[in-house]
């Protein structure tokens, strides 16, 4: 069980390019989530899936897209990268089992936008 | 809206020496309270949760509601507990997303 994968695990970018970062998850989890990591700022939520076709934004959505067309998948999307994107991007799944909710995370997408 | 609150950034002890991290947080409800670990070059990962008022590693956290604090504690810090900590808040049943603190970096000196 491969858990949660992310894809690409480092890209540069040029600014004002578009990028899919990808994210797929095994474990039928219906909760998925997408966040970024800066230092000094922590992780900061960016959009969220409770289930499979809907999503909603989190603390820092502008700039960004998601989807969610099944349980699976959860692509991030830069329309048109901004060197303010530059993070490592997480992507997190979560269970809730006996009442209890865990989030998973992915291992990162590092993301470095020139 | 609820808010994390880290006050450290950078904490640094020697190995043996208790270690306390701090986390305050601020919600109006019954909030569930996270402490997240992420080791150097690992992903992020559950380290405890206040419900199940259990000891991981060696470390516990109370949630003391009417300081709104939720601090994690080992009595004998060891070189393998160096690593960034995250406490997070969910907004109580009903919600899934988490609100996390800035982050404080553990440093155990050998």
């Known amino acids: 069980i491969a858990g949660i994968t992310q894809a690409p695990t480092s890209q540069i970018l040029a600014a004002g390019r578009r990028m899919t970062l990808r994210c797929t998850q095994d474990?039928?989890?219906?909760?998925m989530y997408w966040y970024r990591q800066d230092l000094g700022l922590g992780l900061r939520l960016i959009h969220y899936s409770n289930t499979a076709g809907t999503t909603g934004k989190g603390e820092v959505p502008d700039g960004y897209s998601v989807s969610r067309a099944n349980t699976d998948d959860f692509p991030l999307t830069l329309a048109s990268a901004v060197p303010s994107q530059t993070s490592v991007y997480f992507c997190?799944?979560?269970?809730?089992?006996?009442?209890?909710?865990?989030?998973?995370f992915g291992p990162g997408t590092r993301l470095l936008v020139l | 809206a609820q808010r994390v609150t880290q006050p450290e950034k950078l904490l640094s002890v020697f190995k043996g020496a208790p270690v306390e991290l701090k986390c305050n947080y601020s919600?109006?409800?019954?909030?569930?309270l996270f402490w997240y670990v992420q080791y150097s070059r690992q992903r992020l990962q559950l380290l405890l949760r206040?419900?199940s008022r259990e000891s991981i590693k060696g470390f516990t956290a109370d949630l003391n509601k009417g300081e709104t604090s939720f601090h994690l504690k080992k009595p004998f810090a060891q070189e393998e507990d160096s690593a960034m900590y995250y406490c997070?808040?969910?907004?109580?049943?009903?919600?899934?997303?988490?609100?996390f603190g800035k982050g404080t970096k553990l440093s155990v000196i050998p």
């Open positions: 206040h419900i």
């Open positions: 919600y109006s409800g019954s909030p569930e």
């Open positions: 474990m039928r989890h219906n909760a």
């Open positions: 997070a808040l969910r907004a109580g049943a009903g919600s899934y997303q988490l609100t």
């Open positions: 997190a799944s979560s269970e809730i089992a006996g009442g209890q909710e865990t989030q998973y």
